[in-house]
């Protein structure tokens, strides 16, 4: 076996940036990488958008085979990583496959959180978050279409929210419950939570928020109904959105440093300098010195660019600014920066009355914008907020001239 080996454990996002940055740099002979999917590391924002709509759309995956094979990317699909041995630097596979490594890197993203009180296997519950997932229940929603069956949506993040718009353009019948106060937790601003939740009821989604649900009634494998605010309430199909907990169980039982992710400094190495975490499994180490964890494609793929340097022997710290999309039937969000505790306000009116930007200001400093159907807004944002230069409340009424005059 040999000892220069990286071994990338992982078949989302991360890992195929990784592979890419690592090949473009000539050392793809150097790697393997290790995934539970069967499916080669493939885009997975379209799963709970157009491919549930499409019943023709493949899975798009990041690169075909031949080009790892080019690339002397030894890949090794639906055969999960089961144990790392820090000592003898080496990674146990399911089939009983062991792999040597000179540096290893955890790309295990999440796995979608469930309720205790729903046991696992029950026909009409399901969760998404990988290519099978969304190929059962794009079958199973089309099924509900034909017998005019309802979905409910328990929990109102993005992708109970985008799964939510995709079945009602396929015309179902749905319903999301949310716990909390309002959609979308605190990933956004109130005003925007707001505005998310006047455009679902507006697709004609039955949007329940600050609900309580006291229990489950469970028959034959199949959920039957839930209590819903003290009332019985039926289910067809459940699809639980209660968001994703950081895949870290590989770690954390190789005794690496594990707090809601694994933890990671600026570089990304783990609390073992030979292993490196990235993507949305770490926790990593900002340059104030705080300590995040993002689950985002962008942070995924700029990760991995870090991790690549730092593979390389450069000092990279991981700086990249934050953003995010989120596509909700007609309605495109885009995020740039994070939302400060007391924002200062500014909305700007976009062209037409669907859309708009929300620009959150701390300290004279734009720290944060939100953009329904408005890219160019978003686009511009994240050079101002990246330029880290003070901005006049007023000059934001036009951002591409408040850009031009501070960037030249
Ligand atoms: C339905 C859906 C829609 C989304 N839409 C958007 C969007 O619109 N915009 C956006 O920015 N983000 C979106 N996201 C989030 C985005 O996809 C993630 O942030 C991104 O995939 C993170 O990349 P990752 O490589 O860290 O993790 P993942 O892409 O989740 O990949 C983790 C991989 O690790 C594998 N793995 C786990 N444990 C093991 C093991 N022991 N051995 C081997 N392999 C293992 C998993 O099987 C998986 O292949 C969406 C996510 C989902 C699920």
């Not at 499916?39 to 080009?67: C, G, N």
């Not at 790392?84 to 792999?99: K, Q, Y």
């Not at 969304?134 to 069956?149: F, I, K, N, Q």
Request: proline residues 5%; charged residues 20%.
């Amino acid at each position: 076996m040999s000892t220069e080996q990286i071994v990338v454990v992982g078949g989302g996002h991360a890992a195929a940036a990784l592979c890419a940055a690592l090949a473009e740099a000539g050392q793809g002979g150097r790697v393997h990488l290790v995934s539970a999917e069967h499916d080669l590391p493939y885009q997975r924002p379209p799963l709970s958008k157009s491919f549930l709509k499409k019943a023709d759309e493949a899975i798009a995956p990041h690169k075909a085979a031949a080009w790892y094979a080019e690339q002397g990317i030894e890949t090794h699909l639906g055969d999960p990583v089961e144990a790392i041995d820090r000592e003898a630097r080496v990674v146990l596979l399911r089939s009983g496959a062991a792999l040597a490594y000179q540096h290893l890197v955890l790309a295990t993203g999440t796995r979608a959180r469930t309720l205790d009180a729903l046991p696992p296997g029950l026909h009409n519950v399901h969760v998404l978050r990988n290519a099978s997932d969304a190929r059962s229940l794009r079958t199973r929603l089309s099924e509900m279409v034909a017998a005019g069956r309802r979905l409910t949506v328990l929990g109102g993040g993005f992708i109970g929210l985008e799964l939510a718009a995709s079945a009602r353009q396929l015309g179902l019948e749905v319903g999301v419950l949310e716990v909390a106060p309002r959609l979308l937790g605190r990933s956004v601003s109130t005003p925007l939570a707001e505005h998310v939740l006047a455009h679902h009821r507006g697709m004609g989604t039955d949007v329940q928020i600050g609900v309580r649900i006291d229990g489950f009634e469970i028959h034959e494998e199949r959920l039957i109904s839930m209590q819903v605010n003290g009332g019985q309430v039926a289910v067809d199909e459940l699809v639980l959105g209660i968001g994703a907990v950081p895949e870290t169980r590989l770690a954390t039982a190789c005794g690496l440093a594990v707090d809601n992710g694994v933890l990671v400094d600026a570089c990304l190495r783990t609390s073992d300098p030979a292993v490196l975490a990235i993507g949305d499994c770490a926790a990593f180490l900002t340059v104030d010195g705080a300590r995040l964890r993002l689950e985002s494609v962008q942070n995924a793929n700029d990760q991995a660019r870090t991790a690549a340097a730092t593979l390389l022997g450069r000092e990279e710290p991981y700086r990249a600014l934050p953003w995010f999309w989120s596509e909700q039937g007609p309605m495109r969000l885009q995020m740039a920066g994070l939302l400060p505790a007391q924002p200062e306000t500014v909305r700007r009116a976009g062209a037409n009355a669907s859309s708009f930007t929300l620009f959150h200001l701390q300290d004279g400093l734009l720290r944060c914008a939100e953009s329904v159907n408005a890219p160019m807004d978003h686009m511009m944002s994240r050079k101002l907020i990246e330029a880290g230069v003070p901005v006049e409340r007023a000059a934001l009424a036009d951002p591409a001239i408040l850009l031009k005059s501070l960037l030249g």
